[in-house]
């Protein structure tokens, strides 16, 4: 009797540690199957229905007959996309907004993330907070804030109109400027983060080394600390360029009427028009465009986690 | 040289934390102003302050929002901290790749994305079994938790590659059950990530528009949701009240929540030290 009971509990015990490592995979695994990935493949699957009045507003893509399932698959709605100019030119305004927005982004973050990793100790980490502060103050209200900077009774028209610099105001809200302004401001701090953590952790010594051997302090640069900091630079890049494609609130707040981008299109789809299946393709169509930076994120992610341990 | 890349680098800084903090201070300065234009400054006044919290519509809204918060934050804390404990102790297992996707792409999705298709699930459900009926908190909380989930993995993340595995293992060589060196080694260590992962999801939780306005249903209006509608009529000083309110306890939370950590962090490497010895 007394000689079993050690087995059954190393029994359980290895029951435990098989299950119990399942059950903490399980946990978040589920979670995310049904709330993040499955909800992907209902909307493939709304984006080829129509449109109907119904609850809710879409036909079904299987009707249940006598011999077996009916499936009806509508690509209409893609079809759509693209006959239609304002889809395209949305998408393609999109990714040109995105893409300069993103670079100016680097080119504003890349040496404030360089001072913070060169700067002493306390001063260094009192710097690094400034920079993590704005991220969690309310990101409406920091687009908010630049309505006032910017609008035709704005501020900067005000000083600009007092000093007799102008005589008229200046029409800056409402344009694609003032969208690259709300993207630079808002999505600075995801630039200067993940600078900031492959610029410490390069080797001083590198650049030291290269100026000894008598390189510019410019070309050393170039050579060394540009291409050791290119992981920081993609994956800083990839976090401002791939949310920004599918922003919102900023084109609307900041941009004109005819300032399109693919993020408020497929609002007005949802919202203004209440088509679903459109705004289901619209998301598809995004999705496609987005998969291969998501995918190389997610590679450069993986990599750094790989050379860390 | 050296003299002009420093030169360089400061401007750079005293440039960039110009553009970050200038907009928000004008915010909090206007909130002040006693007329409704931003421009003319007429005098120091409370007034929208007190037509903000007489503003029954926006304290609604605000409750909400806090109530969805907390309980997004904190169920964020249970499905995200496994989830950051899998990516950084449990080395490869089968469909990790889909795991570690899953974790990560919540973090770049564009929200109207994310808010479509939680909102088709939902309707799904709603047709298949009957749940969720209808929209509401519960649903804006499921949402949360989906995209805060993914920040708090990458917090415990990156807390537990940075922390000493010598501790787990040896309690793990002297015999001691997986789950009881999580709940006495792992997890007192990795607590100040968990106060920033939930600190950070309540956030998030209490700034999303867009992801709440597909999801949201009648009588769940949040905080985010108000301001949208009546800022895109352009400025209101009421907005500019709540915003230096906003700012003022998100300040206050990051500096208690810092020297929360910073305290704890010296407890550690004090007792690090005892433990020790000298050589």
Known sequence: ?309 | MTGKRSTFLLSALVFGFAFLYLPILLVIIYSFNEGKLVTVWTGFSFKWYVSLFSNDGMIDAAWNSLRIGVMSATLALAVGTPAGLVMSRFGRFKSRTLFSGMVAAPLVMPEVITGLSLLLLFVTLEQLIGWPAGRGVTTIVIAHTTFCAAYVAVVVQSRLAGMDTSVEEAAMDLGAKPAKIFFVITLPMILPALLAGWLLSFTLSLDDLVIASFVAGPGSTTLPMKVFSSVRLGVSPEINALATLIILAVSVMIVISSLLILRSERARSRSMDQATPEN
């Open chain 1, 1 to 309: 009797m007394s000689s079993e009971k050690p087995t059954l509990k190393q029994r359980y015990d290895r029951l435990m540690l098989k299950h119990g490592r399942v059950l903490v995979i399980g946990l978040p695994y589920l979670w995310l199957m049904l709330f993040f990935l499955i909800p992907f493949l209902i909307v493939l699957k709304i984006s080829f229905a129509t449109a109907e009045y119904a609850q809710p507003p879409y036909s079904a893509l299987f009707t249940w007959i006598d011999e077996g399932v009916n499936i009806t698959i509508n690509f209409g709605n893609y079809l759509f996309l693209l006959s239609d100019s304002l889809y395209i030119s949305a998408y393609l305004n999109s990714i040109r907004i995105a893409a300069i927005s993103t670079v100016i982004t680097l080119l504003i973050g890349y040496p404030m993330a360089y001072g913070i990793a060169r700067a002493q100790g306390s001063l260094r980490s009192v710097l690094l907070m400034m920079v993590i502060l704005p991220f969690w103050t309310s990101f409406l209200i920091r687009v908010y804030a630049w309505i006032g900077i910017l609008d035709r009774e704005g501020l900067i028209n005000a000083l600009l109109l007092n000093l007799g610099i102008i005589s008229e105001p200046l029409i800056m809200r409402q344009t694609e400027f003032a969208v690259y302004i709300g993207i630079v401001y808002t999505y600075l701090p995801f630039m200067i983060l993940p600078l900031y953590s492959t610029l410490e952790k390069m080797d001083v010594s590198l650049i030291e080394a290269a100026l000894d051997l008598g390189c510019k302090p410019w070309k050393a640069f170039m050579k060394v600390t540009l291409p050791l900091s290119m992981p920081g630079i993609l994956a800083g890049s990839l976090l401002v360029f791939i949310p920004s494609v599918g922003e919102f609130v900023i084109p609307e707040l900041l941009g004109g009427p005819n300032t399109l981008m693919i993020g408020r299109t497929l609002w007005n789809e949802f919202f203004a028009n209440r088509d679903w299946p459109i705004a289901s393709s619209v998301a598809i169509a995004m999705l496609l465009f987005l998969v291969v930076p998501i995918m190389w994120f997610q590679h450069i992610q993986t990599k750094q986690e790989e050379n860390g341990q």
